[in-house]
């Protein structure tokens, strides 16, 4: 039997994916920072009824205490992985002067160092094994940062830029790595997006320009907390494209869902700068 493990499985792709990959027969290992939350008792209750091989472990990805006490468990029980998906993350969205080091660095912490603390833990299994896949959630928006959501693209185009190497170093070992780079999808993403608090910004030299935005964004019906109402899809998407590139031999190193992530890659190969620049002055004028 196939093993996979999957950080924050909380919520959103996380929690689908665990499904998905048990419904196929895998074993799951669904780790989370709170396994105790309502969705992972949901989570642990639904497996029950269905008869699901998932087993839940207490990550918090910036915590390495947290991991090594998994790495132990692995070891000790002499448990394969065959499929890590690195999917614990949030957004800090915002004007990029509104933020603190501190805030930026918290964000580089999880969507960055999460990944790299997970990956640093796991190759060794992998290694040993005979190989594996690493399956890291990268972000459309690797391709354009647009205003607000600088922070957040920087941390995840890190984890793009180091997923690209990671993928020829570890190949000699048959460690798969690859990325799957969704678009916007209707998970508590939103929810949980820090920043982008209109009273705070209000304060700022960026409150006139805030506001003027949002009221453009509101009649666009562009909601970042709620969601983006019929733009956004269903993240099952992405879920399905994360175990088709995770059972494929020898999968590309991005993997793209959703329009918006297709029309950003497109946009970075055939637009030049000057033009990018233009689109988005017309859009934050
Ligand atoms: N939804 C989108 O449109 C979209 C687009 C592109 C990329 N992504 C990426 O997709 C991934 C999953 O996000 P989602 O959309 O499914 O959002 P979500 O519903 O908010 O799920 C995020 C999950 O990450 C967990 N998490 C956050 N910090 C963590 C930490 N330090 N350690 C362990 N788990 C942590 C959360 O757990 P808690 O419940 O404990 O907070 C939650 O389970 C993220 O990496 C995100 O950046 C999302």
Partial sequence: ?????????????????????????????????????????????????????????????????????????FKKRRERIDVLVNNAGYGILGPIETFSVEDIE???????????????????????????MIINISSASVNGSIPFYGVYAASKA???????????EVRQFGIKVAMVEPGGFNTHFGKNVEGLDEEKIKETVYGKWFKKLTAKR?????????GIMGWLRDPKWVVNKVYRVANTKNPPLRNLV????????????????????????????
């Avoid at 890190?158 to 020829?168: C, G, H, P």
């Avoid at 918006?260 to 859009?283: E, H, N, Q, T």
């Fill in 218 to 226: 509101k009649a666009l019906k562009i909601d970042t907390k709620k």
């Fill in 106 to 132: 918290r964000q580089m912490n999880t969507n960055f160092l999460g990944v790299v603390r997970m990956v640093k833990s796991f190759l060794p299994l992998m290694r040993e094994q005979g190989g594996g």
């Fill in 1 to 73: 039997m196939k093993t996979v493990l999957i950080t924050g499985t909380s919520s959103g792709f996380g929690y689908l994916t665990a499904f998905k990959f048990a419904k196929a027969g895998y074993k799951v290992f669904a780790t989370a920072r709170d396994v105790t939350s309502k969705s992972m008792i949901q989570m642990k209750e639904i497996a029950l009824k269905e008869k699901l091989d998932i087993e839940q472990l207490e990550i918090d990805v910036t915590n390495q205490e947290t991991i090594d006490n998994v790495t132990h468990i």
């Fill in 258 to 285: 959703g329009w918006d992530a297709y029309a950003l890659s497109l946009g970075k190969r055939v637009i030049p700068d000057f033009i990018w620049d233009w689109i988005v002055r017309a859009y934050v004028k």
């Fill in 158 to 168: 890190a984890v793009d830029r180091y997923s690209q190497a990671l993928r020829s």
